[in-house]
């Protein structure tokens, strides 16, 4: 080659933007670089015969073992790829490499190796911000997408509808339920095309001030359904749309079908209505008490029952105070104050008001007390309900059942006094003269003894009756344990006759009066011993809670009440066995049911003919129960202390 084409294409290479170099033998030792080279490599003058890697610290092993290989295989490599590099400099820039093997003396044999570099670092920062630019388009198209979605998701299901209008209040476009194209058929329509005529004038002033002002607009207002004539209610709002100038050039609207809402909203004031009606017949007021603020609302009828100011719902409490009779003020405030402290969820208070007459009137509160999420209370809300008719009839019914009471005892004392008479001389004669009367006169002086006991025994049937339906006697804690055990000592005599067998499992305490509690078990367990063919009666007494109460049976193995005598059981005088020779005038289990009635309790039978019967009653408990089974368990049993003649057996079976 001439010195001319050396120094020519020495020139060329210097010139190029691209980084040659040319690495000799496996040490890779620079034979030559050119200034872009040497700019970026530090492959200058002063690095030839220079290993590449003592020029290039920066240089990564895996670029070296590729040198290598091209100058082993003979065959020429580029890389499309970027490959990132840290320069000198410290900075990083992305090359494009080609390497191609050569050979420098001219045997045949490669020897060394040209390195082009091609710096694209500037195009991979376009390619980033393309590709950044791109992600963020792709997102936002996604964005629109799920937005278009959740609005036709939204749409969908509930009643609104979207519209766009001009400024001539034609319609441009129109979403309505599931579809979100306008159809054509509708487009360019005003309102008087769409509505009768007062409903477009409606509308027309609805858009008038987004039109002309270019205000926001909030309206109800009232549409003909024309599929089917009737009411149809939309709630309408309404924006300008403007065009890049801020020109106002049409109105976009969206509208709610509130037609449900507005027609549960009348009913419900047609029966607020009606619920005041209800309860200005009734002589009741509602009141509301805020503890925080010591306000006190209440309806009008309240202000009517307290004479208050007419029309008033907002009464300072002193004022309601000082309509209560001055001697009732502190008790009525006192209750109020107790139930705060206990946490009581009730309340219920009675006072008298004075009204401007003179006249008193009992008014009686029942509350609710709402707290405030585990803290204190935060208001009472309630009503008031004048209960001054009740509290005269209440006492004028007292007087009339002790007057009853009063009347009761002394028909019987009227109706005994003759009869012991009668039964009296009756006994007296048949001592007397018994040698001396004919068997037949015997029976009929015997007869006439049983008919006095018999009367006897319907007179005091009637009284405990009368009582037991009348009397007043207060609920007390009772233990049906030692009622029980009152009973069978009372029954020991037809317990030992009979032979029976009684077992009483664990019995609760319960709230009511003893003496009639008391006799009412006598009855059922008089009953279950009374009532049975010929086998040794057996007696099973247990309970199990129910609710806030007790159910308590009293179960026999005796003849079984046929069905048909089973509704009409606990009235008076009604006696299923009357005709198989059984005693009783049919009044002990209505007196059961009276004083179980007496005390909010019930009694209902279960039985089968030859099966025995099974009588069950439900009393108040007298504390708190908690309820763990619906039947009884009476598995373990042990011997009561009742110590019976020999023959009968009672037992007081108890869990163990």
């Known amino acids: 080659m001439s010195p001319f084409s050396v120094d020519l294409t020495e020139r060329i290479l210097a010139s190029v933007p691209i980084a040659v170099g040319v690495l000799s033998g496996e040490e890779l030792r620079?034979?030559?670089?050119?200034?872009?080279?040497?700019?970026?490599?530090?492959?200058?003058?002063?690095?030839?015969?220079?290993?590449?890697?003592?020029?290039?610290?920066?240089?990564?092993?895996?670029?070296?073992?590729?040198?290598?290989?091209?100058?082993?295989?003979?065959?020429?490599?580029?890389?499309?790829?970027?490959?990132?590099?840290?320069?000198?400099?410290?900075?990083?820039?992305?090359?494009?490499?080609?390497?191609?093997?050569?050979?420098?003396?001219?045997?045949?044999?490669?020897?060394?190796?040209?390195?082009?570099?091609?710096?694209?670092?500037?195009y991979v920062d376009l390619r980033r911000e393309a590709e950044r630019r791109a992600q963020e388009a792709e997102e936002a198209r996604k964005a629109l997408a799920e937005s278009k979605a959740r609005l036709r998701l939204a749409i969908r299901p509930a009643p609104i509808s979207l519209c766009n209008r001009d400024r001539e209040l034609r319609l441009t476009w129109l979403c309505k339920g599931e579809s979100a194209q306008t159809p054509a058929s509708l487009l360019g329509l005003t309102p008087e095309d769409l509505y009768q005529p007062e409903e477009a004038s409606a509308l027309r002033e609805f858009y008038r001030p987004v039109l002309e002002r270019g205000e926001t607009a909030h309206r109800l207002l009232r549409f003909t359904d024309p599929d089917n004539g009737c009411d149809r209610w939309v709630e309408l709002y309404a924006q300008p749309l403007r065009?890049?100038?801020?020109?106002?050039?049409?109105?976009?609207?969206?509208?709610?079908?509130?037609?449900?809402?507005?027609?549960?909203?009348?009913?419900?004031?047609?029966?607020?209505?009606?619920?005041?009606?209800?309860?200005?017949?009734?002589?009741?007021?509602?009141?509301?008490?805020?503890?925080?603020?010591?306000?006190?609302r209440h309806s009008r009828n309240l202000a009517r029952l307290y004479e208050l100011p007419e029309n008033a719902t907002e009464t300072p409490l002193r004022d309601l105070l000082a309509r209560l009779h001055p001697d009732d003020v502190a008790g009525y405030c006192a209750v109020f104050q107790q139930a705060l402290r206990d946490g009581s969820p009730t309340v219920y208070a009675e006072a008298r008001t004075v009204l401007a007459s003179g006249e008193e009137r009992w008014i009686a509160s029942y509350g609710l007390i709402q707290p405030a999420d585990g803290r204190r209370p935060r208001r009472m809300f309630g009503v008031a309900l004048d209960v001054t008719d009740q509290k005269r009839e209440t006492r004028?019914?007292?007087?009339?059942?002790?007057?009853?009471?009063?009347?009761?005892?002394?028909?019987?004392?009227?109706?005994?006094?003759?009869?012991?008479?009668?039964?009296?001389?009756?006994?007296?004669?048949?001592?007397?003269?018994?040698?001396?009367?004919?068997?037949?006169?015997l029976s009929w002086f015997e007869s006439m003894l049983g008919a006095c006991r018999q009367m006897g025994e319907i007179i005091d049937g009637l009284l405990?009756?009368?009582?037991?339906?009348?009397?007043?006697?207060?609920?007390?804690?009772?233990?049906?344990?030692?009622?029980?055990?009152?009973?069978?000592?009372?029954?020991?005599?037809?317990?030992?006759?009979?032979?029976?067998?009684?077992?009483?499992?664990?019995?609760?305490?319960?709230?009511?009066?003893?003496?009639?509690?008391?006799?009412?078990?006598?009855?059922?367990?008089?009953?279950?011993?009374?009532?049975?063919?010929?086998?040794?009666?057996?007696?099973?007494?247990?309970?199990?809670?129910?609710?806030?109460?007790?159910?308590?049976e009293v179960r026999d193995n005796g003849i079984g009440i046929p069905p048909e005598h089973?509704?009409?059981?606990?009235?008076?005088?009604?006696?299923?066995?009357?005709?198989?020779?059984?005693?009783?005038?049919?009044?002990?289990?209505?007196?059961?049911?009276?004083?179980?009635?007496?005390?909010?309790?019930?009694?209902?039978?279960?039985?089968?003919?030859?099966?025995?019967?099974?009588?069950?009653?439900?009393?108040?408990?007298?504390?708190?129960?908690?309820?763990?089974?619906?039947?009884?368990?009476?598995?373990?049993?042990?011997?009561?202390?009742?110590q019976l003649p020999s023959g009968s057996r009672t037992k007081d079976t108890r869990a163990v």
């Open 30 to 122: 620079v034979v030559y670089g050119n200034r872009k080279a040497a700019t970026l490599f530090g492959i200058g003058a002063e690095a030839i015969g220079r290993r590449f890697e003592d020029v290039f610290p920066q240089v990564q092993q895996s670029f070296l073992a590729l040198i290598r290989r091209v100058l082993r295989s003979g065959e020429a490599v580029a890389l499309s790829t970027f490959e990132s590099v840290t320069l000198p400099s410290g900075t990083t820039a992305y090359f494009e490499l080609e390497l191609q093997p050569i050979d420098t003396d001219g045997d045949g044999s490669v020897d060394a190796v040209v390195v082009m570099v091609q710096d694209v670092s500037s």
């Open 396 to 441: 004028q019914l007292a007087q009339r059942n002790h007057e009853l009471e009063r009347f009761a005892q002394l028909v019987a004392h009227d109706l005994r006094s003759p009869l012991m008479t009668v039964q009296g001389f009756g006994s007296r004669v048949l001592r007397s003269a018994r040698e001396r009367l004919a068997e037949t006169e």
């Open 243 to 296: 065009d890049d100038g801020g020109e106002v050039i049409g109105t976009s609207c969206a509208g709610y079908d509130v037609s449900d809402l507005v027609r549960t909203r009348e009913a419900l004031a047609e029966r607020e209505s009606l619920l005041e009606l209800a309860m200005a017949t009734a002589r009741m007021g509602e009141w509301e008490y805020d503890l925080k603020t010591r306000t006190l």
């Open 464 to 552: 405990n009756f009368a009582l037991a339906a009348h009397g007043e006697t207060p609920h007390v804690p009772v233990d049906l344990q030692q009622v029980v055990a009152q009973v069978l000592e009372r029954l020991e005599g037809t317990i030992s006759a009979v032979r029976a067998e009684v077992n009483c499992g664990p019995l609760p305490r319960v709230r009511g009066q003893p003496v009639l509690l008391t006799q009412a078990l006598q009855n059922l367990i008089s009953n279950a011993l009374k009532f049975h063919d010929g086998r040794a009666p057996r007696v099973d007494i247990n309970a199990w809670p129910d609710k806030d109460g007790w159910v308590i």
């Open 566 to 642: 089973q509704p009409q059981l606990f009235a008076a005088f009604a006696r299923a066995h009357a005709d198989r020779g059984y005693p009783g005038i049919g009044l002990g289990l209505a007196f059961v049911k009276s004083v179980l009635e007496r005390h909010g309790g019930r009694i209902w039978v279960e039985s089968k003919v030859g099966e025995g019967a099974s009588f069950r009653f439900w009393l108040p408990a007298a504390e708190p129960v908690q309820e763990t089974a619906s039947e009884p368990v009476s598995d373990a049993r042990c011997d009561s202390s009742i």
